[in-house]
């Protein structure tokens, strides 16, 4: 995967919970559900359209899959990356 190409925001978070296939929310959805961005990045690419991006808190220093690809600003806590279009670095 091609994790340079995800777009980061130092200060924001993207809105909504990331959803599945079904198009319900992730099963066990948190706000910490991650401890690593690489995992995050993983299960969100795998979600497809249901997730725009991945959003980490600095004192927990855990993520979780996120809806939104928009950037929200958020000075406290939270910094986000959004999953480009083309995460795997391949064209189909």
């Known amino acids: 995967m091609d994790y340079a190409s995800w777009e980061y925001d130092g200060a924001s978070y993207l809105p909504g919970k990331a959803r599945d296939e079904t198009g319900h ?3 066990n959805w948190a706000r910490d559900m991650y401890k690593d961005l690489i995992s ?3 299960a969100c690419v795998a979600l497809g359209d249901g997730c725009g991006g991945v959003t980490g808190h600095h004192q927990s220093n855990a993520y979780s899959v996120r809806r939104s ?3 929200t600003i ?3 806590d939270a910094f986000s ?5 083309n995460p795997c670095g391949r064209f189909i």
């Open 25 to 27: 929310v992730v099963q």
């Open 69 to 71: 690809a928009t950037f």
């Open 81 to 85: 990356y959004v999953k480009p279009d």
């Open 40 to 42: 995050a990045q993983l």
């Open 74 to 76: 958020d000075p406290y």
